[in-house]
C-alpha cells in the first residue's frame, strides 16, 4: 500500500524526495489541520507530509518525528510560496532529522514565544535537523512591545538555511539561538545563505536581528557557525548580531545599509572573518564590536560606514572589573588582523570608558590591517589608555595616525575598484602586506527564496494616482474609503466640513490643487485616524478646530494601535493649524505602542492650539521603548499654545538606541506653553536647535537619563536648550 501510495505521489509530481528515500516512504497531502494531526502521528524515517497550497488560518502546527540521517522526515509545502501561513499560526519542531520546507508565514502573528521554533516544548528539541525555503514576512504580534522570536533554535546539529526574514516590528530578537540547557549548548548549528530583510528601528532594545546565546549561559560554548547571509537595512538597533556565548563563527557574511553592528557581547573565542560591511554611508552603520576573551576579528571589509560610538567601524570596549555576567569583561587577547577599512567614520578604543567600566582592551594585537581614507581624517579615537595594546604592521592612507600609538606607517596605498565597488588596496600592496585575494561578494539573489521578493515594500508617499475632490460634507473620507495606498487626494479650493473620522490604514497624501487653500473643519475630536499600515502627508490645507467637539483628549491626528501593525510616517507641509481650543488639543497625537518612523513639519504654522502640537510621550515606562525615531521641524511658526511643540519620552538607562533624534531649524516659537519647557525631550539621544527663535517660550528641555547624547544649539534667539542631568 505504502509503495503503491508513494508511486502514485511519485506520478503526481509531489515526490520530489521520492528517489532519494526508502522504497516504503510515504507522502502524505494534507489538507486540513486535522489531517496534518493525523500525519504526523503516522511518521516514519522517510516519510513527507505536504501541506496543500492555499491560505492555512489559525495552524499550530506541531510536526516530530524521529527521522535518520539517511531517511529524515519531511513537511513541505506542495508548491514552495504557495502555502501561506496566517493568523495566530507558528511551527513547533522537534525530534531527530526532520525537514522543513517552502512555508511562506504572512498576515499573522504567533500566538506563542516563537513563529517557528526547534522544539516542541521545554523537554523535547530539534536535532539534525533543518528549516529551509521558507519565509517570515511581517508576522508581527499587535502589540508591538509583546516580545517574541521569529525562530528560536534548541537542540543541537539543526540548520536554518535558505530562508527569508523581513519586517519584524515587534519587540524580540528576529532568530535566536537558546542554549539553556546543556542538550541546547555546543550545538553546531549552521545558519547560513539566509536573507535577512529589513527590520526597522524598534525604538527600545530588543530588535537584535540574530543573536546566539544570553548573558546567564554565556559562559556556555555554542560553536554555531553564521556564515553566507545576507543583512539588508537590519536597523532594529544597536546590534545587528548579538553574540553572547563562545567558540562561534560569523563568515562571509554581507552587511548592508545596516544600522548597528556585529557585537561580541558576551562569551569568549569567538571568530569574526571574511565577512563585508557596506555602510553606503547611511548615519549609524557599524561594524564589529569587541568585548571579552580571544576573540579574532580578521580579513573583514568594512565601507562607507559612517557609525561611532557603539557603532564604529571597530569598536574595542571598556571593561568592568569582576564583571557580572550582564555587563562587560575586559578585552583580552583579542587578534585584530588583515581588516580592510575604506572611508568609515570611526575606530575606538576603550570605548564605553567611565567610572564602571575602567578596564582599558590588553594583550591585544592589530596587526596588518589597512585603512584606507582621503584627506587625513581622523578616525581613531582612544577613549583609554591604548598600552594594552601592540599595534603591529597596519598602514594607513588619508587617515590620521592614533596620537601616541606606533605601528601605524602612512603611505600612498595604490587602490584598485573591484566591478562590486568595494575598492581594495591593489594586488601588489595586497601582496607586500600578505593580505588575501577579495572574498568574493555574496550577492542578495544567492540568499532567501527565490519565489519572494526581497528588499523595503513600503509604499512611499505621493506614489500613486491623484484623486480629485470638490468642497463639501465627508468628501475627504469618501475619497479616502476609494483610494489605495500612496495616492493623493486634492483638494479644489473651498470648505470642507467632516462628521466622520477619516480613517487612514495606508500612505495617503491629502494636498491643496493648485492656487487653492483649502479650508478643512471637522465635528469630532479626531480629523484624522491613522492604524494598521497608515501613514499621512498633508500639504497646502488650513485645518481649523473651531467646530470640533469639545473633549479631552482631542487630536487632529490620532495614531492608534492597529493590525497589522506597523510604524507611521507623519509629514505636515505649508499646512496651518489653528483654533484647537478646549483643554489639551493636540495636533497629532501617537498612543502607546505606536512608533514614528519620523514626522516631518516643514513651512508651516500652528496657532492658538490648547494642548501640544506632537503628543508623542505614549511610552511612559522603563524599558527605553519611545514613540518617534526622528522629528524633524524646520521653517515653521508656533504661536499662543497651550502645551508643548513637541512632547517626546524615552524612559530608562538603555543604551541600544540611536534615537530619538530630533532637529528644529528656523523655526518661531512665540507664546509657547507657560510655566512649562516649550519641547519636553526627556532621554532624546539627538538634539539639534539651529537658528530659531525663543520668544515667551521657554527652552526646550532634555533630560539625560544614560550615555552621552548628542545636544547642540546654535544661532538660536532666546534660550533654546536646557538641559536636566540625572545620569547615576
Ligand atoms: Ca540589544
Redesign the pocket.
Known sequence: MRNLRSNLAALLGLGALAGSVHAYATERLVRTPDAFKAAVRVLAPGDAVVLADGVWRDFEMVFVGEGTAAQPITLRAQTPGKVVISGKSNLRIGGRHLVVSGLTFKDGFSPSSEVIAFRQDGKALAFDSRVTDTVIDGFNKPDRGAEDYWVGLYGQNNRFDHNHLQGKLNKGVTLAVVLNSAESQQNHHRIDHNYFGPRPPLGS????TIRVGTSPFSRAQSLTVVEDNYFEGCSG???IV?NKSGGNIYRRNVFVRSQGALVL?HGDGNLVEDNVFLGGGLAHTGGVRVINTGQTVRDNYFQGLRGDGFTAALVLMNGVPNSPLNRYDQVLDARIEKNVFVDVSAVLFGAGADQERTLAPARSMLSGNVFLGSGDKAVFKAMAPVDGLTFAGNVIDGVAPLAGAPGFEARVIGRETLPDGRIYPDAAVREALGLKAPVKLLTREETGVAWYPKGDQTVAFDSGRILKVRPGRDQLSAAAAKAGAGDIIELAAGDYVQGQVIEVGQPLTFRAGTGAEPLVTFDHMTLFNLVGQGALKLQGLRLSGAKAQDAIGNAVIRVSPGYPPSNYAVELVDTEVSHLGGQAFAVLMGEKSTFADHVTISGSRFADISGAVLDLAGETGGSGLYGAETVDITGSLFARLGGPVLDLQRGGTDE?TFGPSVRVKDSAFHDVAPGQPSMRLDGVQVVKLDSNLFERAAPARVTIHVGTPDLSETGNTGAALEIVDQRK
Open positions: 532594545n530588543g530588535g537584535e538597533e544597536v546590534e548579538s557581547r541600544s
